[in-house]
């Protein structure tokens, strides 16, 4: 089998014609229709159901268009990055974002590496879920991710690097939504919620939220994206558990209240653990980095200024509270209450 076989089978899968396949391919129907005979020779099986009005794929026809699309897109996304380094690139790395980090994190890891990784060209996809980047990292088509624990494959290795509450983002007209102070996670029961999708890492520790509450969440609609989920709120679809939405494309239709009892879900850089490149462990040390630039801007934001002589102090409660420190060693560890 080649990837010309593929190509070739491609075109007559999406157009489901051989004549406009043909066309498409820019090549004549009959040497079209003697290469899919031969990919079907080789494979020892039927891949597509000819009739004399239309081409219909069989199962296995079905099973190898996903698999034959990977497989070009590999062999494309490899030619690219040969090409990219062959032109003086140090090299390139695929990432993965978390959807609250694409928003955050990923700005300022970009700005970075323009600096400290000049020569290493970034291949980035945002608004990915813990088990995308998961099969992603394992299957060799990300380098590294900004991804959510816990994970389930004992292959990878996780450097945490941060905790981010859960809160809740409801719609402004909800009753809740005038309240002040956090929301009890038992007030949820009975609530339509937006979520994202089940086995996702903050689905997870919703579903476990919610479970030591005393409820069954009634999930409503589920979406991959955050952007999406904080649309949904301010359409007034439901209320949505979320991690905490610091710098989060927010509506003003949209009100966060914390979640109490407080619960936090983590953030770490991923990598597969056999992975020994340079350019993957220069990676996990520039994304704390990152995370520690962004966290002094935030104190700093915070901090009330330094009142000028003879003015009133400022009142205590403008004083902000405390960042969470930033665990010093790689760990997959279960979301945390905390008191």
């Known amino acids: 089998m080649e990837l010309r076989h593929l190509r070739y089978f491609l075109a007559v899968a999406e157009e489901r014609h051989f004549g406009r396949a043909a066309e498409k391919l820019h090549m004549a129907q ?4 003697q290469q899919i005979r031969q990919l079907e020779a080789v494979l020892g099986t039927q891949l597509f159901e000819r009739t004399t009005r239309r081409v219909d794929l069989t199962e296995a026809g079905r099973l190898l268009v996903d698999r034959a699309r990977q497989i070009l897109s590999d062999v494309d996304s490899a030619g690219t990055d040969v090409a990219e380094v062959g032109r003086g690139a140090a090299g390139v790395l695929r990432l993965g974002f978390a959807g609250t980090a694409t928003y955050r994190l990923m700005p300022e890891i970009v700005r970075l590496a323009r600096h400290r990784m000049p020569n290493v060209r970034l291949q980035v996809i945002g608004e990915m879920l813990t088990p995308q980047m998961e099969e992603g990292l394992l299957g060799n088509r990300l380098d590294a991710a900004i991804i959510r624990p816990p994970i389930a494959s004992p292959a990878l290795r ?11 983002a409801l719609p402004q007209d909800h009753p809740f939504a005038h309240e002040t102070g ?7 029961s009975g609530e339509d919620l937006v979520s994202y999708p089940r086995g996702s890492a903050v689905a997870s520790v919703a ?18 994206e955050t952007s999406t989920l904080i649309a949904l709120v301010a359409a007034g679809l439901g209320l949505c558990i979320l991690p905490a939405p610091a710098a989060l494309p927010l509506s003003t239709s949209i009100t966060i209240r914390p979640l109490t009892p407080a619960v936090s879900i983590g953030l770490a850089t ?41 003015s009133p102090a400022a009142p205590a409660s403008a004083a902000p509270s405390a960042s969470p420190a930033s665990p010093s060693r790689p760990t997959a560890s279960e979301p945390t209450e905390t008191p």
């Not at 956090?182 to 007030?187: D, E, Q, V």
């Open 30 to 33: 009959p040497p079209l229709s």
């Open 158 to 168: 996780l450097d945490e690097f941060e905790q981010t509450p859960l809160v809740v």
């Open 182 to 188: 956090p929301l009890a996670a038992s007030m949820l």
């Open 207 to 224: 579903a476990e939220v919610s479970r030591r509450a005393g409820f069954r969440p009634r999930i409503i609609q589920e979406a991959t």
């Open 270 to 310: 991923g990598w597969r653990a056999d992975d020994s490149s340079p350019l993957v462990a220069a990676f996990a040390g520039l994304v704390r980095e990152a995370a520690d630039s962004l966290r002094t801007a935030a104190e700093s934001t915070a901090a009330p200024a330094e009142a000028p002589p003879g």
